[in-house]
């Protein structure tokens, strides 16, 4: 159970680190089509591992949880300055 906690708090931390984005136009329906877009496009180039045993990460698994969230969010944040959208 601890080590469920462990995960779920690096997990929440990682994502509380991603970046908020406005459109340089303030058109806001542009910035909800580039944020799906660069969600289905994070989630296919830099899927998130899941671990083997849904409960528990083995611990050879932890970094590579880590690693996976790390490059899925940074993939994320360029495709969304790449759309031309700024960080808040």
Do not use: W
């Not at 994070?42 to 528990?56: Q, S």
């Amino acid at each position: 159970m601890k080590k469920i906690l462990y995960l779920l708090g690096i997990a929440l931390f990682l994502n509380s680190c991603a970046s908020e984005f406005e459109n340089r136009s303030g058109n806001s329906s542009k910035l909800d089509q580039d944020r799906r877009y660069c969600k289905a496009a994070a989630r296919a180039a830099a899927p998130i591992y899941l671990c083997r045993n849904p409960f528990m990460c083995a611990p050879d698994e932890t970094s590579r949880v880590i690693q996976s969230i790390s490059s899925h969010n940074g993939f994320y944040d360029k495709c969304m300055y790449e759309q031309g959208n700024t960080s808040k």
